[in-house]
């Protein structure tokens, strides 16, 4: 079954970077997209950008431009969301989800990111 | 970006009810609309792709309609595993975006 597997729960200092991670199985990783969406707490879900895990191209939300890469390894279908210069509004749950026409059909569990000094 | 206006933010109904939510585009997406299910503490779950189109496995009370700028989302009677969050997503243009969420809650 397709399954979508992110990387534990992170604590971070103000201005540092987070990379978290999201491995995939139960399907063929290059035929499909991988997004990434976030959610502050008790909001809603935010779009921050997309990779064709076939050509590795990619696509980022103008909001998170300069301080976003997502990137990814075939060897292993996982994909990685690296995000900078955080701030305390960057608390938030971060998802990957698979991709396929943009509909979003599985994600993973998301991945708690807290920003504190 | 395209905006996403989605009512009501919160919806309180009964047992058995029939409820609908909207969502307005800022500008025609023809159909390229999904619509989402996120219960507490759990990823989103794609419910309707295509404005209308149910999801594998999606039970058949969950249904959605429009194109162009309108849209709405319709739980035929809704149940006690139905309380969540749903949210429409536009997909017509990058960025993705997501209306501000219907909060369902039983009355």
């Known amino acids: 079954q397709v399954q979508l597997v992110q990387s534990g729960a992170e604590v971070k200092k103000p201005g540092a970077s987070v990379k978290v991670s999201c491995k995939t199985s139960?399907?063929?990783?290059?035929?499909?997209?991988i997004h990434w969406v976030r959610q502050a707490p008790g909001q809603g879900l935010e779009w921050m950008g997309w990779?064709?895990?076939?050509?590795?191209?990619?696509g980022y939300s103008q909001r998170f431009q300069d301080r976003v890469t997502i990137t990814r390894d075939t060897s292993t279908g996982t994909a990685y969301m690296d995000l900078s210069s955080l701030t305390s509004e960057d608390t938030a749950v971060y998802y990957c989800?698979?991709?396929?026409?943009?509909?979003?059909?599985?994600w993973g569990q998301g991945t708690l990111v807290i920003v504190s000094s | 970006d395209i905006q996403m206006t989605q009512s009501p933010s919160t919806l309180s109904a009964s047992v058995g009810d029939r409820v609908t939510i909207t969502c307005q585009a800022s500008q025609d997406i023809s159909t390229y609309l999904n619509w989402y299910q996120q219960k507490p503490g759990k990823a989103p779950k794609l419910l309707i792709f295509?404005?209308?189109n149910l999801e594998t496995g999606v039970p058949s009370k969950f249904s959605g309609s429009g194109s162009g700028t309108d849209f709405s989302f319709t739980i035929s009677s809704l149940q006690p595993e139905d309380i969540a969050t749903y949210y429409c997503?536009?997909?017509?243009?990058?960025?993705?975006?997501f209306g501000g969420g219907t909060k369902v809650e039983i009355k």
């Open positions: 139960g399907y063929s990783f290059s035929n499909f997209d």
């Open positions: 997503q536009q997909y017509d243009k990058l960025p993705l975006i």
């Open positions: 295509e404005a209308s």
């Open positions: 989800a698979r991709g396929q026409v943009e509909l979003l059909d599985f």
């Open positions: 990779m064709s895990a076939n050509r590795g191209n990619t």
